[in-house]
């Protein structure tokens, strides 16, 4: 199972979860960092809820990097993983984390959830302005 196995098909069940938003935006691959890092899926709503996944093909060297900086973006944040990286992952995520398990069978996605997200209580304001372009920050 490989991250782009999951990603075709996380898509399609995030945009089903919030088609009943029609401002919504899923965004893939948002850059974050201004570049040093990229979050799998963000959903953008008045509300940023990102989704990180890790499939069993993936090592999980950059999770907690990855997890230091998404924490500062974020009101929600939500892993995606195979079961081969459940319980270290657990271990690399805070426990406001949400988690969802991942598996292929007979060809398809099964997506678990085993926790739902809470609120992130380390989103760092700088970090939320570093998202917008100069012409969404200039103040006129």
Not at 19 to 29: D, M, S
Not at 60 to 65: H, I, K, M, V, Y
Not at 91 to 96: D, L, M
Not at 100 to 118: C, S
Request: proline residues 5%; charged residues 30%; negative net charge.
């Amino acid at each position: 199972m490989r991250d782009y196995d999951f990603r075709r098909q996380l898509d399609p069940r995030l945009r089903d979860a919030y088609a009943q938003e029609p401002t919504a935006r899923i965004l893939p691959e948002m850059v974050l960092s201004r570049g040093a890092n990229r979050i799998d899926f963000a959903f953008v709503n008045g509300r940023l809820q990102g989704y990180e996944i890790k499939s069993d093909s993936d090592t999980l060297e950059r999770l907690t990097a990855q997890a230091a900086a998404y924490n500062l973006v974020f009101d929600e944040i939500t892993l995606v993983a195979g079961s081969r990286h459940l319980e270290a992952a657990r271990k690399a995520i805070p426990p406001w984390w949400g988690i969802v398990k991942a598996e292929i069978l007979e060809g398809a996605a099964l997506f678990t959830d085993l926790r739902q997200p809470e609120q992130n209580p380390m989103q760092w304001a700088r970090a939320l302005a570093d998202l917008l372009w100069r012409d969404e920050a200039s103040f006129a």
